[in-house]
């Protein structure tokens, strides 16, 4: 079985600050892969960044980074300089191969509710 | 790239009717479509899984026969709700997969029903 455990239910930040949004993972498949996706007010969910199980290079995209970590099972997700746009459901993960099989079926997180304040 | 669209965005319907929403690939072919309910506040819930051509997949719990999925193409899914009940208003989203080795899902707009 498979597992995306996101402990920060809901957060607030000013803008301008960072802030680090947390995911622990936990599977058995040795092949995996790790997600994160933004869910505005609207609704839609927006992809953001996919990463696999056999690449822990960290990754940086303008003012988000990534930071795998397979030695502790997490994909922590980094907003610098937020903005009140970023204000979000931010959900993490998990897809493995033969858990999820041939379709690779996603597991959520239960997501982290990002609020930046002016 | 990579666009999915759904049809309608937002639906209200009396109690006992069926609803049909549909799930489109724009720029791409989805050889594997998702369909999630999301509950206000809450995560994902899988309902099913659709390839194309082929039956639908349903997850612990949900009910084929209130929940009808459809992949009639690449770029085509729909999910009926049949006689639906106010228990059965949800935010219903779809996703797809482009196919091969790709993993990553493309989420559809969403679609808010509202059963009165």
């Known amino acids: 079985a498979q597992k995306v455990t996101q402990a920060q239910t809901e957060i607030s930040v000013v803008e301008k600050e960072d802030v680090t949004l947390d995911c622990v993972y936990e599977?058995?498949?040795?092949?995996?892969?790790l997600f994160w996706y933004k869910q505005p007010p609207s609704g839609e969910l927006v992809f953001l960044i996919r990463?696999?199980?056999?690449?822990?290079q960290n990754e940086i995209s303008g003012r988000y980074s990534w930071n795998f970590q397979k030695s502790t099972s997490s994909f922590n997700f980094t907003i610098t300089a937020s903005q009140v746009v970023d204000s979000a459901v931010y959900f993490c993960?998990?897809?493995?191969?033969?858990?999820?099989?041939?379709?690779?079926?996603?597991?959520f997180g239960k997501g982290t509710l990002l609020t930046v304040n002016p | 790239g990579a666009v999915v669209s759904q049809h309608p965005s937002r639906v209200i319907c009396k109690s006992g009717t069926s609803v049909k929403i549909e799930c489109r690939s724009l720029?791409?072919?989805?050889?594997?479509m998702f369909w999630y309910r999301q509950f206000p506040k809450q995560s994902l819930m899988l309902m099913a899984t659709?390839?194309?051509?082929?039956?639908?997949?349903?997850e612990q719990g949900v009910e084929k026969d209130k929940f009808l999925i459809n992949h009639a193409s690449l770029t085509l899914s729909t999910l009926t709700v049949t006689s639906a009940h106010p228990e059965d208003s949800s935010f219903y989203i779809c996703?797809?997969?482009?196919?091969?080795?790709?993993?990553?899902?493309?989420f559809g707009p969403g679609t808010r029903l509202l059963v009165l």
């Open positions: 659709s390839n194309e051509g082929s039956k639908a997949t349903y």
């Open positions: 720029d791409f072919q989805a050889t594997t």
């Open positions: 996703s797809a997969r482009i196919g091969g080795t790709t993993t990553t899902q493309y």
């Open positions: 599977t058995r498949d040795t092949t995996y892969y």
């Open positions: 993960a998990l897809s493995a191969l033969n858990s999820g099989g041939s379709n690779y079926k996603l597991t």
């Open positions: 990463r696999n199980s056999f690449d822990e």
